[in-house]
């Protein structure tokens, strides 16, 4: 309870503390139209005066309503939890497919030879904007993908995914060089960024139908650039 109530009064500090800025930026702009401006008389309310009266009625407004500010605050949060796990769950089906598709092509290789690829590709999480994804498959010495995924906050209902697939030789520095993805809700677009990256991927605004065919076609000119690079070192 003790925390509660101490995070309730920090956030209660922290909008008075805005309030009072946004008044003192006031109080200067009325202090500077008071001292050009011919009031005409003594008995007319200066523009400080005003600025003075209109944060009392706020302050005044404030307190009383205290208690209901920190549900709309409790409220506002809890929407956007619940959003950000709505937009991640549609994602989940196209991240998810990116990863298996990897996954079962390298298992299928490292059945069939001792390569010996190593792939660390977790679940997804069920908030991508609070925990981003990442991954990494080790092909050998000279060869490391990483994984990543970025969105924005907060989370929103035309909210994009961008996945990032870097390549790096013999490093776990993430270079330039990638394959980015970008996962809209009607769209996607695929580019290449990088000499790492071996083959021609690109594709602009292609519509979510496709998603699947093109990049698991995409994914597997990847993959075998990659292990034809491998087996010629």
Not at 92 to 104: F, M
Not at 134 to 148: A, H, K, M, Q, Y
Not at 209 to 225: G, H, K, W
Request: aromatic letters at 8%; one cysteine or more.
């Amino acid at each position: 309870m003790y925390w509660g109530a101490a995070r309730n009064a920090k956030a209660d500090r922290v909008l008075v503390e805005r309030k009072l800025d946004e008044f003192a930026v006031k109080i200067t702009e009325a202090q500077h139209v008071d001292s050009t401006v011919n009031r005409g008389s003594e008995n007319d309310m200066s523009a400080v005066q005003k600025v003075a009266i209109e944060f009392d009625e706020w302050a005044d407004e404030f307190t009383k309503q205290r208690h209901l500010k920190r549900l709309q605050v409790a409220q506002s949060k809890l929407g956007r939890c619940t959003m950000a796990a709505e937009v991640t769950a549609a994602w989940k089906p196209y991240l998810g497919l990116i990863l298996d598709t990897i996954r079962g092509m390298i298992r299928a290789y490292n059945a069939k030879t001792s390569a010996g690829v190593k792939v660390d590709l977790p679940v997804i999480p069920d908030d991508l904007f609070s925990s981003p994804y990442s991954g990494s498959i080790t092909w050998g010495p000279n060869g490391i993908w990483r994984l990543e995924t970025r969105c924005t906050q907060p989370a929103r209902r035309l909210s994009a995914l961008t996945v990032w697939i870097y390549f790096n030789k013999g490093t776990w520095q993430t270079t330039g060089d990638a394959v980015v993805i970008i996962i809209g809700p009607k769209v996607f677009e695929v580019f290449a960024h990088g000499q790492s990256v071996l083959v021609d991927v690109d594709r602009h605004e292609t519509p979510i139908a496709e998603f699947e065919t093109v990049i698991t076609q995409s994914l597997r000119q990847l993959v075998e650039a990659q292990l034809v690079e491998l087996e010629g070192e």
